[in-house]
């Protein structure tokens, strides 16, 4: 007889999962606790769903130790992104790649991506049920039952849904008990709950002897300590960040810096956000170092005595006009009163060094990190069940009927198509091993 499977939640790791095991022979059910599935993946690169992405995947992740970094280039070296390209295309779908290894639709719509997976599921006699809120998993020997409030809506009601059933709504509840053959926990994490990912599948895990490394939020702004940063807000900026924990280095990232009236935005601020997550949580201090014209010019001798003959050559100018020149001029004015130069003194007046000091702040102004924005803004989240407690096909270690896959696992990856990979080959591979076990 076919295995019956249990597909807990329809996101990107869980709907792969159920077509994969689908494909292998077993009776899929997959139980979503929003409207509708997919909602995530509606949500990614821009509403453009950014697939996966052709470059080395080394440096590109995130966990918690060597042993589970190694389980994750081992996985991506298992199902990587020509598979998931495969994957697509094998569906209907077919795919594009961009200058930075992205990989997207060749339409660039994520809702295609949705739609050729949930047609899968169709043609593979999935059964997808909304509105399905799994509350507990009891294992038992060569399978298990899982506990399930099922809500129903009216058609009225369906169409205006904007939020997850309780139990003080008008919705009728239905609660039932399902056997499973094999379950798959693809709950995802708490990054952007609107889509459905609320830390439900963490309590699951919880209550099944798994060990939850505090998930935090990543892919994510930053907020910063300095009354300048309302003067700052909406300026962007083509520059370098540094994120400095304890006083050292601890990552460099390039492109284009957004300031907001709460801190730090854009993606090399997101690109080292878990760094500066799980490094606040563990109480070390966290400092960004932004650095807005070394890209312009170095530090060299000859190049500091052009811009000492520029100054020069404008002492009538007054030395925001003068900075001005270099930086936006919402920058140029923080960093002059930051230097005690009032908006009206010269370039002449201030002298040579003053200015120097302005300029040198542009290559370091720094700013004390406070916290990370929180789970409403997140695109992913760093932490969840440990890779240690799980095996190659990320069966549990405790029950191996259950399967642990996607962002409810501790791994997470940089922008760029990395988690979205993560949750396709978790998924498959659980898929596919939980057909055929």
């Given at each position: 007889m076919a295995n019956k499977v249990i597909v807990a939640g329809g996101g990107a790791s869980g709907l792969a999962a159920a077509i994969a095991?689908?494909?292998?022979?077993?009776?899929?059910?997959?139980?979503?606790?929003?409207?509708?599935?997919?909602?995530?993946?509606?949500?990614?690169?821009?509403?453009?769903?950014?697939?996966t992405n052709m470059q080395d995947v080394h440096g590109k992740y995130y966990s918690s130790d060597t042993t589970s970094m190694q389980q994750i280039y081992d996985t991506l070296a298992r199902f990587g992104a020509d598979n998931t390209?495969?994957?697509?295309?094998?569906?209907?779908?077919?795919?594009?790649?961009?200058?930075?290894?992205?990989?997207?639709?060749?339409?660039?719509?994520?809702?295609?991506v949705l739609d050729v997976l949930r047609s899968a599921c169709d043609r593979?006699?999935?059964?997808?049920?909304?509105d399905c809120e799994m509350t507990a998993v009891v294992p038992q020997k060569n399978g298990g039952m899982v506990h399930v409030k099922q809500f129903e809506r009216t058609v009225q009601e369906k169409q205006s849904a904007k939020k997850k059933p309780s139990a003080s709504d008008t919705y009728k509840?239905?609660?039932?008990?399902?056997?499973?053959?094999?379950?798959?926990?693809?709950?995802?994490?708490?990054?952007?709950?609107?889509?459905?990912?609320?830390?439900?599948?963490?309590?699951?895990?919880?209550?099944?002897?798994?060990?939850?490394?505090?998930?935090?939020?990543?892919?994510?702004?930053?907020?910063?300590d300095g009354a300048f940063f309302k003067a700052l807000s909406g300026v962007r900026a083509q520059g370098v960040v540094r994120l400095i924990i304890d006083g050292v280095e601890a990552a460099v990232e390039e492109g284009e810096l957004q300031l907001t009236d709460y801190g730090i935005s854009g993606i090399p601020v997101f690109q080292m956000s878990r760094l500066a997550s799980r490094a606040l949580y563990d109480g070390r201090q966290?400092?960004?170092?932004?650095?807005?014209?070394?890209?312009?010019?170095?530090?060299?001798?000859?190049?500091?005595?052009?811009?000492?003959?520029?100054?020069?050559?404008?002492?009538?100018?007054?030395?925001?006009?003068?900075?001005?020149?270099?930086?936006?001029?919402k920058i140029a004015s923080v960093v002059c009163k930051q230097n005690a130069i009032a908006s009206d003194v010269t370039v002449g007046q201030a002298g040579e060094k003053a200015v120097w000091r302005c300029i040198r702040m542009l290559m370091d102004f720094?700013?004390?990190?406070?916290?990370?924005?929180?789970?409403?803004?997140?695109?992913?989240?760093?932490?969840?069940?440990?890779?240690?407690?799980?095996?190659?096909?990320?069966?549990?270690?405790?029950?191996?009927?259950?399967?642990?896959?996607?962002?409810?696992?501790?791994?997470?990856?940089?922008?760029?198509g990395y988690n979205l990979q993560w949750a396709w080959a978790t998924g498959i591979i659980a898929g596919t091993d939980a057909a055929r076990r």
């Open positions: 095991a689908a494909e292998n022979g077993a009776a899929v059910t997959v139980l979503e606790h929003k409207d509708r599935v997919g909602k995530k993946i509606l949500m990614t690169g821009n509403g453009k769903c950014n697939l390209r495969e994957f697509f295309q094998r569906l209907g779908l077919y795919t594009k790649e961009k200058r930075d290894g992205g990989v997207y639709p060749v339409s660039e719509q994520a809702s295609i593979l006699g999935v059964t997808i049920r909304t509840c239905r609660e039932e008990t399902i056997t499973y053959d094999r379950l798959i926990l693809a709950t995802g994490g708490k990054a952007a709950p609107v889509s459905g990912s609320d830390g439900s599948g963490y309590a699951l895990a919880e209550s099944l002897g798994h060990r939850i490394i505090e998930p935090l939020p990543a892919l994510v702004q930053l907020k910063c966290c400092e960004a170092s932004l650095d807005f014209i070394s890209y312009i010019f170095g530090t060299s001798g000859v190049e500091n005595h052009v811009v000492s003959n520029d100054m020069k050559r404008c002492r009538d100018k007054t030395v925001e006009e003068f900075v001005s020149g270099l930086v936006h001029k720094r700013v004390p990190i406070t916290a990370p924005k929180s789970f409403d803004s997140a695109q992913v989240c760093c932490g969840g069940v440990s890779l240690r407690e799980v095996n190659e096909n990320f069966a549990s270690l405790t029950y191996r009927e259950i399967y642990l896959v996607g962002e409810l696992l501790d791994c997470d990856g940089i922008c760029g």
